[in-house]
């Protein structure tokens, strides 16, 4: 199974998102292990090939499709858990933007026809799953707890919120392709879509990049990789006409042509992109049509086209000998 994440970078003097970075490394020993903070994603961005799209007028072209009038609305449970001691739990669970996670949701993809609701969200109290690190123990303890809590099949987005990640880590998805995989991880036990989740560190809460955290991880859980996938040596990365190849150094929020023999410059304003930019973020419309197509080949009830082994019973309540309170925000 293949896992994206986004770091906040700790590179002195490039915004205010990096110095918050850097209170993290100094004040939050406990959040793990600390990463090289050039290094945003433990994946190999230039594992996936496929034919080369150099015709800047085709980009353009595709880039002006209308999406919104061409598809019926998409629209997606979320489970949001909040997990952690009781301290933990109550030092954040008040905060605006998990009480808005899901107007954060709708403002990155209603505009494409996919909207999410009803959001329910949980408290999680289990100090085993509080005090460790949820990167270090993603293939085994993590999935533990995903198998424990998640409620609803693939159409759902179960999202975790947890007290630890490696330093600077903001969080982690799995591609919908993970669905296809009935065996999951190779050594790893449990049913096929343990892992189908998106997790987010309650230390995204200290900075900017909440909001941008939280649509970028579930733009992967809809199949979207990163605009720089591949760099510059792979034409086409990411599987998107429209999006530029781009190496990933570009974290500054300023425009830049870091590939230059390609057509067009970096996506610093993109949402799946590692810009410290967080505002005005947006998804092309090539990367619009894209997550639709993931949603009716992975997960959409109607027309998924899975394995034998997802016929398996789904959770639909709340288990409760691990759920202390739930809907402690707003929708």
Not at 10 to 24: C, D, E
Not at 49 to 57: V, Y
Not at 141 to 160: F, V
Request: proline fraction near 6%; hydrophobic fraction near 35%; include cysteine.
């Amino acid at each position: 199974m293949i896992y994206w994440t986004i770091i906040l970078p700790t590179i002195l003097g490039m915004a205010s998102l990096f110095s918050v970075a850097l209170a993290q490394a100094s004040q939050r020993p406990s959040l793990g292990t600390t990463r090289d903070p050039l290094n945003w994603c433990g994946q190999d961005e230039n594992v996936h090939t496929i034919g080369r799209e150099d015709d800047l007028a085709a980009l353009e072209a595709f880039s002006k499709r209308s999406l919104n009038t061409e598809q019926a609305s998409i629209h997606i449970p979320v489970n949001v858990f909040l997990v952690g001691t009781e301290e933990q739990r109550n030092s954040i669970k008040y905060k605006i933007e998990i009480r808005y996670i899901g107007t954060t949701l709708n403002d990155g993809y209603a505009k494409h026809g996919i909207t999410f609701g009803p959001i329910e969200t949980y408290e999680v109290a289990n100090d085993t799953y509080a005090n460790m690190n949820h990167m270090e123990h993603r293939h085994d303890k993590t999935r533990d707890m995903q198998r424990a809590l998640r409620i609803g099949g693939p159409e759902t987005l179960n999202l975790y919120m947890v007290p630890k990640l490696d330093t600077g880590l903001l969080g982690y998805a799995a591609f919908p392709d993970l669905l296809t995989n009935p065996f999951g991880i190779v050594g790893a036990t449990g049913t096929w879509f343990d892992g189908d989740a998106v997790v987010i560190s309650h230390s995204a809460l200290d900075g900017t990049l909440f909001k941008k955290a939280v649509i970028h991880e579930t733009g992967h859980w809809l199949g979207l990789y990163h605009p720089f996938q591949g760099s510059c040596k792979v034409p086409n990365g990411d599987y998107i006409p429209d999006t530029p190849q781009s190496r990933h150094e570009n974290y500054a929020c300023k425009v830049k042509d870091t590939c230059p023999e390609f057509p067009g410059e970096d996506l610093v304003w993109n949402y799946m992109a590692y810009s410290s930019c967080d505002k005005n973020l947006s998804f092309t419309p090539g990367q619009a049509l894209f997550m639709r197509q993931s949603w009716y080949s992975f997960r959409d009830p109607k027309t998924r086209d899975l394995p034998a082994e997802s016929r398996v019973t789904y959770r639909t309540t709340p288990n409760k000998d691990m759920i202390v309170r739930s809907r402690f925000g707003k929708a």
